[in-house]
């Protein structure tokens, strides 16, 4: 009888990560004789939804996550939490260390009235901020590029009021670019602290936003409010006739209240220093330090759209936030790179990849041309001492070259296709320069190591 797992993929953008890690698992699944079921939270919503019976005939449950989800329908079940990325490169080694029960633990949950969380469960805080950052990546899109079509009216018709231009500026500036903050370090409090915190989350994040602290103000107010909460929770005792008063009025307007304070009084002015001092060593950026910052970009982008690479996006799109347009410009550049230097490998020396890479090759140059950088994932897990490097490198000197010649995108998505929006890439000639250069470096790298390899198995054999 097969064994049955069932599964949840998710990642912060709900887009790639996601489905390619249903997909990995459902191909060795299949491959091993396993039964699985794997549930996607995606951008648009959970599919393919597990239901009791699932849940219940299950060996086994996998969390293959970048993000805190709810868990609490696999209460009593054993399961494995890893990253996404694990179940992109690892899913036959992962299903059965998951049956064998390795690392596994099981899911715990317990009665609390009024969603009342133990300080145990506020641990995580790059996966709290990455939650914040899933639900105002909606917003940071549709804003962003309801901006970048207004300039393509002329760069300052946005000025002009009661204009087409002016009302796109307005929705996406004055609305979505002013709610993406708040929602952010709303989420991202939710994430830690429950339902209790989303109200002292997203008002300390609306603070922030209108004293200046803006996405660092946004990310501190959240964590702090999410803590603040659990910890309110964990301290405030109350007899059982009152407890129902206690998530509905007492922690809410404790936490918003001790949350507001120290948004106007303790932290609010030093982030808004640190802020204004940031986005102007940003708009200064030349020389050695954008030749640093390109490096460090490349490094980062080692998990091709992980994690990590999300830590250069989200970095991009909050200077993208305060105006300041380089750093997203270098990071699209960054993250388009990868998928398409290996694709210009497959064209130019087919004969180093098999059958199924010269496929994926055509997939990757599209993906990456839609700023897709998981489109390179295939080939890092096939070999990935010889692509990583590759990867990193082309993505480092695209992103300087980007960063040198002053490339600015004032979108925070759309890759190639925003060139057909005129002024949403200042410096668009630099722009191609640059993806040019890049790409054409983790091709050269990726060809010239894959030969080398090649040339040693003939040898050894």
């Known amino acids: 009888m097969a064994k049955k797992i069932v599964a949840i993929t998710s990642c912060p953008t709900g887009i790639a990560h996601t489905y390619m890690a249903a997909e990995a698992l459902e191909q060795a699944a299949k491959k091993d004789n396993i039964e699985i079921k794997v549930e996607t939270q995606g951008a648009s919503g959970a599919e393919n939804i597990l239901t009791k019976e699932d849940i219940r005939e299950a060996d086994v449950v996998i969390f293959a996550v970048d993000k805190n989800i709810d868990t609490s329908r696999f209460v009593g079940k054993q399961a494995i939490t890893v990253p996404a990325n694990k179940a992109i490169k690892e899913p036959s080694e992962l299903m059965k260390k998951a049956l064998n029960y390795e690392g596994t633990e099981i899911v715990k949950g317990k009665s609390v009235d009024n969603n009342e969380k133990s300080i145990d469960s506020a641990t995580g805080i790059y996966k709290h901020i990455m939650t914040g950052v899933s639900y105002m990546l909606p917003l940071v899109v549709a804003g962003g590029i309801l901006i970048a079509l207004s300039f393509a009216f002329g760069i300052y018709a946005f000025e002009e009021e009661g204009t087409i231009p002016w009302a796109l500026y307005q929705i996406g500036a004055g609305s979505a670019f002013s709610l993406m903050v708040a929602v952010m370090s709303g989420f991202i409090a939710h994430s830690i602290g429950d339902k209790s915190a989303f109200a002292p989350g997203i008002i300390g994040g609306f603070i922030a936003n209108s004293i200046g602290a803006g996405f660092l103000g946004g990310i501190l107010a959240g964590l702090i409010a999410g803590y603040l909460v659990v910890f309110l929770n964990k301290n405030i005792k109350l007899p059982k006739s009152l407890k129902g008063l206690k998530s509905i009025m007492i ?129 890092a897990a096939a070999n990935p001492k010889i692509v990583l490097p590759s990867c990193m490198a082309g993505s480092a000197v695209g992103s300087i070259v980007a960063l040198l010649l002053n490339v600015e995108i004032k979108a925070p998505h759309g890759g190639f296709f925003l060139m057909f929006i005129p002024n949403a890439i200042g410096n668009l000639l630099g722009f191609i320069i640059a993806l040019i250069a890049g790409s054409l470096t983790t091709a050269i790298l990726v060809t010239i190591l894959k030969q080398i390899q090649f040339k040693n198995k003939e040898t050894a054999n």
Request: aromatic share 12%; charged share 10%; glycine share 14%.
């Open 251 to 379: 922690i809410p307007v404790l936490s918003t209240l001790i949350i507001g304070l120290l948004m106007y009084y303790v932290i609010g002015k030093p982030i808004h220093i640190a802020t204004v001092h940031i986005t102007e060593f940003l708009s200064r950026l030349s020389g050695s330090g954008a030749i640093i910052l390109g490096l460090i970009f490349g490094l980062f982008y080692f998990d091709l759209g992980g994690p990590m690479s999300k830590i250069v996006y989200t970095f991009g799109v909050g200077a993208l936030a305060e105006g300041v347009y380089g750093p997203m410009g270098a990071a699209m550049v960054c993250g388009m790179v990868p998928p398409i230097g290996i694709a210009l490998s497959t064209f130019a020396r087919p004969k180093l990849w098999n059958k199924d890479q010269k496929e994926a090759g055509k997939a990757a140059l599209f993906l990456g041309l839609s700023f897709i950088t998981e489109g390179a994932i295939p080939f």
